[in-house]
């Protein structure tokens, strides 16, 4: 399928607003992790970037690259041999940009248990930088969304869900489509009612988010408040 924002939220619209909310998301949930996912990349993307920018290490930089070129190839058992010698051998930035490509290479294999537990040893890694503290705990946060639980999620990302965070945007979104999944209603319009109060929310993350209030509204489950 292919992802146009304007078309695809003008389906989902009129799917929501039949107010069948289990079958919207059986229908269109992994259509809205897919095309939120894309801004999560992109922001983990950057703020990893600059961390290996700053620390570049050109020793074990081939074999960085050769082993991400294995992962874009779906080599991924030749890709995760090769990131566990750079793990283990590595210099400079690449022994803790390897474990989370690692993590990403188990996520494309299809083994989300085995991802989420490799993104949470990196979380908790205070030797790790705090940007790539938080790109993993966001990685698995996000990772959680179709087959977790909003607790789940909660526990990764929420305290990213706060003003000034790099990641907010997108831990705010991972909250919403998580309290939006469990039924929550409520729960997930405080979570798009603070994107779309936020000002410097990227412009397709802040129409998403507008989307979906117009369509908590519409299902009556939890009307807007009144000014």
């Known amino acids: 399928m292919a992802f146009n924002d304007d ?8 799917e929501l607003r039949s107010d069948q ?39 074990t930089g081939d074999k960085f690259i050769a082993a991400m070129k294995l992962a874009d190839e779906n080599k991924n058992d030749e890709a995760l041999a090769a990131l566990e010698t750079l793990e283990k051998e ?14 990403s290479v188990l996520a494309q294999k299809g083994d989300t248990a085995g991802a989420v537990a490799a993104f949470d040893v990196i979380g ?13 705990k966001m990685r698995a946060g996000w990772l959680l969304i179709e087959g977790g639980t909003y607790e789940q999620v909660s526990a ?26 469990a039924g929550n209603m409520a729960q997930a319009r405080q979570w798009y009612q603070a994107i779309a109060d936020d000002a410097q929310s990227p412009r397709n993350v802040a129409n998403r988010a507008q989307m979906m ?12 408040a009144q000014g």
């Open 7 to 14: 078309s695809f939220i003008r389906e989902v619209n009129e």
């Open 21 to 59: 909310v289990k079958g919207a998301w059986r229908r269109f949930g992994r259509y809205l992790i897919a095309l939120a996912v894309l801004i999560v990349l992109g922001t983990i993307g950057y703020k990893v970037y600059e961390y290996w920018d700053d620390n570049q290490s050109s020793g």
């Open 90 to 103: 590595g210099h400079g930035a690449y022994p803790i940009l390897a474990r989370l490509r690692a993590a």
């Open 124 to 136: 908790k890694d205070n030797a790790a930088p705090a940007a790539v503290r938080d790109a993993a």
């Open 156 to 181: 990764h990302v929420e305290e990213m869900a706060v003003p000034g965070n790099a990641f907010r945007h997108s831990a705010r979104e991972a909250l919403g489509l998580a309290a939006y999944k």
């Open 213 to 224: 209030l117009d369509n908590i509204t519409a299902s009556g489950k939890a009307p807007a």
